[in-house]
């Protein structure tokens, strides 16, 4: 079962442009940003109370964002949840015929252990589990 939403991704061709819109006129705080290398994007965490948003910027033109951008333009990219056992998770999602990207977690920002769903499975909606790292 999941916990609660960790974040909101949303997909942005430069970080530096759209960080005023947030921090500056909606007033979140900034958490700083990072390269995800292994899935060429840059990453940058605004925080309102327990609620964050993921700007993802890509690196490059081969990056899975890039390919996103170009065929929706900016905006919302995915829904991540937090999971306490991502391995226990993605055992039951899979036993109840829930179609996985990644079947296997991968590392996400800030070292957590992440995991995509397909987007068939939940309506269009690429959603991501995550375990934060203990
Ligand atoms: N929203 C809805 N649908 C999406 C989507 C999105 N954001 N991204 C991809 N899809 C769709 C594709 O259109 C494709 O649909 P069809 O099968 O109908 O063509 C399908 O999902 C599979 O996409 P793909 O790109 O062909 O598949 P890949 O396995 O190569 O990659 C994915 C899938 C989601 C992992 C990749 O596209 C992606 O977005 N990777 C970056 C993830 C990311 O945000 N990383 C940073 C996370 C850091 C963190 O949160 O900690």
Request: charged share 25%.
């Amino acid at each position: 079962m999941v916990k609660k939403i960790n974040h909101i991704g949303v997909a942005v061709h430069n970080i530096e442009e759209a960080l005023p819109f947030y921090q500056q006129q909606l007033g979140m705080l900034y958490e700083g940003s990072e390269v995800v290398a292994e899935q060429k994007v840059r990453v940058a965490f605004l925080s309102v109370g327990e609620s964050r948003i993921e700007l993802l910027e890509p690196t490059s033109d081969d990056s899975p964002v890039a390919k996103f951008l170009e065929k929706n333009g900016p905006g919302t990219h995915h829904i991540a949840y937090e999971v306490e056992d991502i391995q226990a998770e993605l055992a039951s999602l899979k036993e109840q015929g829930v179609r996985l990207i990644d079947e296997v977690p991968r590392t996400g920002a800030h070292q957590t252990q992440i995991a995509f769903l397909h987007p068939k499975a939940s309506g269009g909606v690429l959603t991501e589990i995550c375990q934060a790292k203990h």
